[in-house]
């Protein structure tokens, strides 16, 4: 048997894992090949390499389940796959010594458990799972590459894709890099609001800016960083174009509730392009959708006017922290969609380190743009008091004016990935509290659990989520058959095993 006294000592904390959580693994395992988050293998002197790979991988992506003494799929099934891990138990003592030396930079949060079940010949023995979470940095094995997770399987990536997701996971950020633009064309008035704000003297900007780390060198030369032309530059965007990156917002009002392409679109006016600085755009952006929200839109088939009933602060904040925290090394502006019956926020780049669209309402604050965010604050009327509770504070105001909670989705199937927040302009039944919270806690609804949670009929239950699904609070999946139809929330997409399956009391 291995010497889990020794593990113990060694600071693993191996524990038998619980056994709700044990046997939803395991089932898992046994109807269903490997996924993104999950892995099995059996325990061999070769096995070490491999699993350091997928190990990698998964913090590298989106953290899952490395289980051992379990064979591949495609060589046996059910229980025929149940090795244990006595065939090599001292491969598992040098992964388990590996995990902890040969990843750089280290992967904090491993937590490895082991688990006692029946395997293939009748013999009690145990497995070990080994549960790696999402990592906000990245990873590579010491003279081992680096490498992401696959639908089944890890690909060790290249350089550029490793740049690439150093400055998705916000290990690297734009902001923080120098630029060609004159130090003359950042002198301007904000410049000198900034100064009013941190009480300095005006004096040479270069000096000034490389004192406060808004500025470096580069091949010897001085250079501004980027973060110092978002927020001083009268034309930003205009100046950064050259690097092929933009900044600025553009919105778009749209009559009735869809996007019509075609040669004569239904926009009420022509889109309205803003450009300047941080501190200055906030305020410009929110005034203008402001004040097209107060004139109401006259709804075709009714005559009426709609009435729009977002929270001033919601909207402001959207629109913050789409400036404060987009990816500003792409080549896409900020984009603001109105519709009848919502407000889209449409900000390049996916969300920074661990934060996903499911968790983003209760994760605390992880700046992609800390330059930015701190610098803000220091004039005399900040935009944000970068404490983390932006986002909390929407999702409070809309729930205290009777809306649904604004959503979160990320846009990974274009050529420019971003992140959309949608306010829905709609009242919230009161049934949607306790059926988002089923969801949270449960995963997809039926129609079937949606009756029993309600007390609707089939039909109206029925109703109710196709009504959800065309708000874009709920996407249907069929892939089981009609009959058995489910509804997930959208952040719920990526949600796979590793957010299935947790101990007890998490």
């Known amino acids: 048997m291995i010497d889990y006294p020794k593990l113990l000592e060694n600071g693993w904390g191996m524990s038998p ?10 089932d898992s395992v046994l109807q269903g090949r490997e996924t993104l988050q999950l892995e099995t293998k059996r325990v061999s002197g070769k096995m070490v390499g491999k699993a350091l790979q997928t190990i990698c991988a998964f913090a590298n992506t989106h953290g899952g389940w490395l289980m051992l003494g379990v064979e591949d799929f495609d060589k046996a099934t059910g229980r025929d796959r149940l090795y ?4 090599n138990p001292e491969a598992v003592d040098e992964l388990l010594r590996k995990v902890r030396t040969n990843f750089t930079p280290p992967i904090s949060g491993i937590q490895p458990w082991f688990l006692m079940t029946e395997l293939r010949d009748g013999k009690l023995d145990q497995l070990i799972c080994i549960q790696v979470p999402p990592s906000d940095k990245v990873h590579s094995i010491i003279d081992g590459g680096t490498w992401i997770r696959l639908p089944a399987s890890n690909r060790e990536m290249v350089a550029s894709e490793i740049t690439d997701l150093s400055y998705r996971r916000g290990v690297h950020s734009a902001e923080s890099e120098p630029v060609d633009v004159d130090f003359d064309l950042l002198d301007t008035g904000v410049w000198r609001l900034f100064l009013q704000g941190r009480g300095l003297a005006s004096t040479d900007i270069a000096d000034q800016l490389y004192r406060i780390g808004l500025a470096k060198k580069a091949s010897g030369v001085l250079k501004p960083l980027r973060a110092a032309v978002l927020l001083f530059a009268d034309h930003p965007g205009a100046l950064l174009a050259a690097s092929g990156t933009r900044a600025d917002v553009r919105v778009f009002h749209y009559k009735g509730t869809l996007e019509q392409l075609g040669d004569v679109p239904n926009l009420k006016r022509p889109p309205k392009t803003f450009s300047g600085q ?10 203008y959708v402001q004040d097209e929200l107060a004139q109401g839109l006259t709804l075709a088939a009714s005559g009426f006017q709609t009435v729009h009933r977002y929270p001033v602060r919601v909207i402001k904040e959207a629109i913050t922290n789409a400036l404060i925290h987009r990816d500003y090394r792409l080549n896409r502006d900020v984009q603001i969609r109105i519709f009848d019956n919502r407000i889209e ?8 380190g661990r934060i996903t669209a499911a968790t983003v309402h209760k994760m605390g604050s992880f700046s992609r743009n800390p330059l930015i965010a701190s610098n803000l604050r220091e004039f005399p009327v900040p935009p944000n008091v970068d404490a983390g509770e932006g ?11 009777n809306l649904y909670p604004p959503q979160y989705r990320e846009i990974r199937d274009q050529a420019q ?5 949608t306010l829905l302009n709609e009242e919230r039944p009161p049934v949607w509290e306790q059926v988002s919270d089923w969801m949270d806690r449960n995963g997809p609804i039926s129609n079937g659990a949606l009756c029993q949670i309600t007390g609707l009929d089939t039909l109206k239950s ?12 709920l996407v249907s999946d069929d892939t089981r058959g009609k009959r058995n139809t489910v509804y997930r929330k959208p952040s719920q997409l990526d949600a796979d095993l590793l957010h299935d399956i947790q101990p007890e009391g998490s």
Do not use: T
Not at 17 to 26: D, T
Not at 84 to 87: A, H, K, L, N, R
Not at 278 to 283: E, G, K, M
Not at 345 to 352: A, E, R, T, Y
């Open 391 to 401: 986002v909390r504070m929407m999702f409070s105001l809309m729930r205290a004016g």
């Open 417 to 421: 990935e971003a992140i959309v927040v």
């Open 345 to 352: 926020v449409i900000s390049p780049g996916l969300f920074p």
């Open 462 to 473: 029925s109703k109710q989520l196709q009504k959800w699904v065309v708000q874009g609070l």
């Open 278 to 287: 941080v501190y200055q755009l906030i305020s410009q952006v929110d005034a």
């Open 84 to 87: 244990g891990v006595q065939e």
């Open 17 to 26: 894992m619980p056994k709700a959580m044990a046997e939803s693994l395991l």
